[in-house]
């Protein structure tokens, strides 16, 4: 028997000793940026990182450049495509940088590294179709100095970076006035449709080939080289040491040429960005990359992002419930606190909800947590307002005799006025979950999923067939949670105060 216990002992001993030694599985984060070919690369290094047995999660689709920059700085990602240009002009403008040894040593100050170039150029470059550039007579970006009626439509990038619009005005004296900010892909439907004569274009879309445009040559040098490079934290070097040198085997293994091809399949073809590189992978790696069939894929994706959307608006709709009434009630036995209150809640709804959604990642990071804390900030006013309104509304007569029959203030707000103001207070949460539902699409600009991935997707791929993929279920959404609500309203308002008035 004790030889047993002994054998027993030793072998706990040596599974728990086992257990001890395995070392946790390096994650690593990758980044991209709301543009297709961003998207590829983003796809190809986290396939890569994969192979090495790595946990990896690609954030896609992030939005501008600063944005993705600083959830690098904040490790909230640990490796995405830049170009050189942009890190010199748009990331560290106004140092001076002049040569690549100098952005290396600026960066490692930052504990960022660059990697060597993957091997193409992808430069900022004036676009214009081709019959309105022959018939004004354009080649080159100085010839528009002569036509100040052209109507420009720049990417909102573009019109405030400082290798953007203003700095190319400044460098050619341009004359322009009529000049709009918008989305890069709308841009090219703006430029397609006759509503601009000229947009910003990158040199590897391949939209300029699909629609034959015309990029105009930069007769005076404007443009930086874009050299595409990777930028990961330093401490990948320690944490992830396989995943990062299956990542750097990206260095030098693409020409211009390819780069369009692959953006092509994506924007032309319309074939997923996951195929795409995991075929690249395959072809120049030698690596199986294991991608999910287009029926299983699409119907996985639609659950999970149907999941993640109802999350955003459950997390962020209950919170807010649970702080909003309290605040309206508050309001409503305390007038000029209640002001105070309500006038906060209304300076919250003023802002523009994509741009609380940007200042929420330096606080929240990436994912659910910062669209939620924004959806939570915009359901306060409609509950806060509704709560107030339907306390307020209660008779003075009903109130009084309330307080007559000796109700405690307390007994008075749960048996008689909460009742009597259900119905408004129900409205209030009902509009903020409606809000809720459309509003969360947005959530796919800063990696929070739900239905704005596939919203977004699509229009970065100008895809209104997948665009609509996203937007047809939330319209639903929306009425299914109207629904629902109409139905709570039987179980929660009083019947007696549901009941209509007689003709």
Known sequence: MKI??????LVVLG???????????????????????????GEIAADLARSTGAGVFHHQQLGSTMVVWKALLAAKIHVYVEYTGTISQ??????????????????????????????????????????????????????????????????????????GWKGLRRHYQLPQKDVR???????????????????????????IRRYDLLTLADDRNYFPA??????????LEERAPDALRAILMMEGKFSEAMM????????????????????????????????????????SRFFRLT??????????????????????????????LGQMVLGAAGILQTIPSLALLIFMVPLLGLGAQPAIAALFLYSLLPIIRNTHAGLHDVPLQIRESAEALGLTALARLRLIELPLAARAILAGIKTAAVINVGTATLGGFIAAGGYGELIFAGIRKDDMALTLQGAIPAAVLALLVQGLFELAERAVVPKGLRLKPAE
Do not use: W
């Not at 599974?15 to 690369?41: D, H, M, R, W």
């Not at 449709?193 to 391949?206: I, N, R």
């Open 90 to 163: 748009e990331i560290l403008a106004g140092g001076g940088l002049r040569d690549d040894e100098a952005v290396r040593k600026a960066l490692a100050e930052l504990g960022i590294r660059m990697s060597r170039p993957l091997g193409f150029n992808n430069t900022y470059a004036i676009g214009m179709r081709k019959d309105v550039a022959g018939r004004f007579g354009i080649q080159k970006v100085s010839d528009l100095r002569t036509h100040p009626e052209l109507r420009f439509g720049f990417s909102n990038e573009f019109m405030e970076r400082g290798d």
């Open 181 to 207: 900010g918008l989305d890069h892909e709308l841009a090219y439907r703006g430029l397609v449709s006759g509503d601009l004569d000229a947009t910003d274009v990158y040199s590897t879309d391949a939209t």
């Open 15 to 41: 599974c728990v000793s086992n257990v001890g030694a395995l070392e946790p599985i390096p994650q690593v984060y990758v980044g991209s940026k709301a543009f297709t070919e961003s998207v590829i690369l």
């Open 260 to 299: 369009v091809d692959l953006n092509a399949r994506v924007q032309v073809k319309r074939e997923p960005d996951s195929k795409v590189a995991a075929e690249f992978v395959r072809g120049t790696f030698g690596i199986q990359v294991v991608t999910e069939s287009d029926e299983d894929g699409q119907l």
């Open 226 to 235: 874009y050299q595409a490079v990777l930028l990961y934290r330093s401490d």
């Open 4 to 9: 047993g216990k002994l054998l027993v002992l």
């Open 307 to 336: 999941l993640q959307h109802l999350r955003l608006v459950a997390v962020s709709l209950l919170g807010a419930m649970l702080i909003a009434i309290p605040l309206g009630i508050l309001a409503a036995r305390q007038p000029q």
